[in-house]
C-alpha cells in the first residue's frame, strides 16, 4: 500500500475542497471525503490505469450524487446557505471577500449535480472529456442540456480563467486546512488490515462456543478481555440498549428533567468533561441517563426518543492510548446498528433500530457538539 500512500495521500486536501463546496458543511464534507477514501483502499488493485486523481473524483462524486439523490428521496432540505461562509473562506483584502462571497452565491444557487460538475472543472482542472466519461448518460445528456438553456453558465464554463481564479480563492483555506483524524489515510488502511482478523476471531468464539460449557466460557472470557478500540465500544452500547431501550418502567436512572445533575455526575465519574448531546434538531428527545459498567470502566449511556417511540442509545467512555483519535466507522450487533469514533481521548457511539443512513446524520450531530466542549 505505500504506492497508495505516495498518490493519494497529496489528493486529500483537494478531495476536502470539492467535498466542502458541494455540502457546505465541515462535518458532512469530511465523512464524504472518509467514505471515498475508504473506497478507494478497499478497491485499490481494482482500479484501472490512468489518473489515480480522476478516479478518486469519480467515486467522491458518485458518492455525492447519491446522496443528493437519497436525501430528496427523503424529503429532506439541505439548505444550502447553512453554513456561514466564514467556514470557506480565509480572511482576505474587502474587494476579494466581496468577489469571493458572489461568486460563492452565484455557485450555491446552482442544482447540486450541476454545482459538482461545475466544481470539478472548474476548481479541480478535470477537463470536460473526463467529466463526460465521469457522469452517467443520462445525467451527461441532463448537464449539457441545462448548459444549452443557460448560455450564460456556458460561457463562463467555457471560458472560465477570472472566474477559475476567483472559485480558487474562495476556497482555498480548505485545502490549507490541517487533515483531522479520520482522514489519516494510514489509520484507514491498518484498520482495514485488521477487519480480517476481528472476522477470524467472531468465527472461532462461534466455533468454540459450540463445544458449550467450560470452553465456551473461556473463549468468552478471552475475547472480552482482549477486545478493545471502537468495536469493543459499539459492543458495549449495544448491550447497554439490549438492557435498557426495552424497559419502559425504568430505562434511565437520571431523567432529562435533571440533565445538570445528570451532566455533572457523569462528568465527576468518568474524570472528563462529558456533554449531554441535543439531539432535538433531528427529532429525538433526551429521556435521561445512568452509569454503565463495562470491562473499560464506567460509561456514561443516554437515552433519547422520538413521537413513534423508537429509541436511540449513546454512550461515551475514556479512551485507551493509541485509541484516543479514530474515525467514525460503522458497527452492528444483530438488529442494533450504529456509528462508533473517538475524539480527543474520549469514545462515542450512537446505536439504535434504525438504518444506517438514518443514523448517520445524527451522528455527526453528536460529533460536533462534543467537539465544542
Request: charged share 25%; with cysteine.
Amino acid at each position: 500500500m505505500k504506492d497508495m500512500l505516495v498518490q493519494v495521500e497529496p489528493l486529500i486536501p483537494a478531495l476536502r475542497r470539492y467535498a466542502r463546496a458541494l455540502v457546505r458543511d465541515r462535518a458532512a464534507a469530511d465523512d464524504l471525503v472518509q467514505d471515498c477514501l475508504e473506497r478507494a483502499v478497499s478497491r485499490w488493485h481494482q482500479r484501472r490505469d490512468g489518473s489515480v486523481r480522476a478516479w478518486l473524483f469519480t467515486i467522491l462524486h458518485n458518492l455525492a450524487v447519491t446522496q443528493f439523490r437519497q436525501a430528496a428521496a427523503r424529503g429532506r432540505h439541505m439548505p444550502i446557505d447553512g453554513a456561514g461562509e466564514q467556514e470557506l473562506v480565509s480572511a482576505a483584502a474587502q474587494e476579494h471577500r466581496l468577489i469571493y462571497q458572489d461568486v460563492l452565491n452565484k455557485l450555491a444557487r446552482l442544482p447540486e449535480e450541476q454545482r459538482a460538475v461545475l466544481l470539478l472543472v472548474a476548481v479541480e482542472d478535470l477537463s470536460y472529456a473526463y467529466v463526460d466519461q465521469a457522469l452517467e448518460p443520462q445525467r451527461r445528456a441532463e448537464v449539457a442540456s441545462y448548459l444549452d438553456d443557460h448560455p450564460d453558465v456556458a460561457r463562463r464554463v467555457a471560458a472560465f480563467a477570472t472566474q477559475r481564479e476567483q472559485l480558487r480563492g474562495a476556497l482555498a483555506s480548505i485545502a490549507d486546512e490541517p487533515l483531522p483524524a479520520e482522514l489519516n489515510l494510514s489509520h484507514i488502511i491498518e484498520s482495514r488490515k485488521r477487519r480480517p482478523l476481528r472476522a477470524w476471531w467472531a468465527i472461532a468464539a462461534l466455533l468454540l462456543l459450540g463445544i458449550g460449557g467450560l470452553g465456551g466460557w473461556t473463549v468468552r472470557s478471552l475475547l472480552q478481555d482482549g477486545s478493545n478500540g471502537l468495536s469493543a465500544l459499539a459492543q458495549e452500547a449495544a448491550y447497554s440498549y439490549g438492557v435498557y431501550a426495552p424497559d419502559r418502567v425504568r430505562p434511565v436512572e437520571i431523567r432529562a428533567s435533571e440533565s445538570a445533575e445528570l451532566t455533572q455526575w457523569v462528568t465527576n465519574r468518568l474524570k472528563q468533561p462529558v456533554k449531554v448531546p441535543d439531539l432535538s434538531g433531528s427529532g429525538y428527545r433526551l429521556m435521561g441517563g445512568r452509569l454503565v459498567a463495562t470491562s473499560h470502566g464506567p460509561a456514561a449511556m443516554f437515552m433519547y426518543d422520538d413521537d413513534r417511540g423508537d429509541r436511540l442509545v449513546v454512550l461515551t467512555r475514556p479512551m485507551n492510548r493509541g485509541e484516543q483519535n479514530t474515525p467514525m466507522v460503522r458497527q452492528s450487533t444483530g438488529d442494533v446498528a450504529g456509528f462508533a469514533w473517538a475524539d480527543g481521548g474520549m469514545g462515542y457511539t450512537l446505536v439504535g433500530q434504525l438504518p444506517t443512513e438514518a443514523l448517520k446524520p445524527i451522528a455527526n450531530e453528536i460529533r460536533k457538539q462534543a467537539r465544542s466542549i
